[in-house]
């Protein structure tokens, strides 16, 4: 009865975003991807861009209003020959453009993008800056 009740779309999802609470009709192939935690989805998003180095690191922990679980702030460290001969805003837009369904209400917040081409990569990206509103420890 349940598959047939998800083969219906009829599952909801309800999600809170800026205090507001909103509901949603899932398919199921739709209701799956929600199931999958972010970063896993972000990472095979990331793998179409074919990296030889990918790092997807969750940094919510270090940002306000975090709690176990959360996935809102992520790193990526993207070393692939799709960024060879782009300008860093392009090498950007590529991974947004891969990302695009995730970067909404509810789901990632914020991505600090490091990108470079196999030539450019040293074996590590610079730190991220610490959060103004962290939790304080």
């Known amino acids: 009865l349940r598959l047939k009740k998800l083969k219906e779309k009829i599952l909801y999802k309800i999600f809170s975003s800026s205090r507001v609470m909103y509901t949603k009709a899932l398919s199921q192939s739709d209701f799956i991807e929600w199931l999958m935690k972010l970063e896993q989805q972000l990472i095979e998003r990331l793998q179409t861009l074919i990296p030889t180095h990918l790092e997807v690191l969750n940094e919510s922990a270090g940002h306000g209003g975090y709690f176990p679980g959360k996935e809102s702030h992520f790193k990526v460290i993207v070393v692939s020959e799709e960024f060879q001969g782009?300008?860093?805003?392009?090498?950007?837009?590529?991974?947004?453009?891969?990302?695009?369904?995730?970067?909404?209400?509810?789901?990632?917040?914020?991505?600090?993008?490091?990108?470079?081409?196999?030539?450019?990569?040293?074996?590590?990206?610079?730190?991220?800056?610490?959060?103004?509103?962290?939790?304080k420890s």
């Open 86 to 135: 782009l300008r860093l805003v392009q090498r950007h837009q590529k991974i947004y453009a891969v990302a695009a369904e995730l970067m909404s209400p509810g789901k990632i917040h914020a991505l600090a993008i490091h990108a470079y081409v196999a030539s450019e990569w040293h074996g590590q990206a610079p730190a991220s800056p610490e959060c103004a509103h962290a939790p």
